[in-house]
């Protein structure tokens, strides 16, 4: 019954820094990790959603190893690395559709058939009010954060295009019955000293 419903927090947060071979994380994203870890030890979650790659999964047991109580490692494919939606043409800004475009078709004909199904599984499994107000960490990547975002304001679909997140920064979604979902904290690093912030982010300036 929707009566029963409660408020979900979601705290997103992408994996530290990986080595670029894919093998895991650096000695630096190991460090990200512990931090970050230590910044959300009190926070009572129910289970630490992570993806199958080893950067997810290095990332996920470093905070389980901070958190106060013992707290259960849930792996998951939806929690992985994906293109969760692939836009048209005619949905994209003119001025910006074929660079949007070119990024998206980087990814293989596979991911791209594959993704937009995940994206719509993760929806359903990790969004929207909750049966349990108990939060959930879920430890993931660029792409999914992005869209989690995109999707609790509402934006158009192709806009997960235009957000980047750094390496261990913490975002946290509320999803309350019978409100408009919530970005509370998004891309947030205070649990990072300034040598291990922006690590991940596209070339810029660091605030
Ligand atoms: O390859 C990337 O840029 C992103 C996509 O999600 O992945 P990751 O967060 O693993 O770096």
Redesign the pocket.
Known sequence: MPGDQRTRYLYVV??AEALPDGSGLTDRGREQAALLGRRLQDIPFATVHHGPLP?AVQTAQLVKQQLAVDVPLEVSELAG?YVPYVPKKDELPTDSADHLLRFVQQSSPEELEHGPELARLALARFTGPADSEQPELLVT????IAWLVTQALDAPPWRWLTLAHCNAALTVLRYTPGRPSSVLVYNDMQHLPAALRWT?FPPGPRV
């Open positions: 992408r994996h950067r690395d990547h660029n792409f999914l991940g």
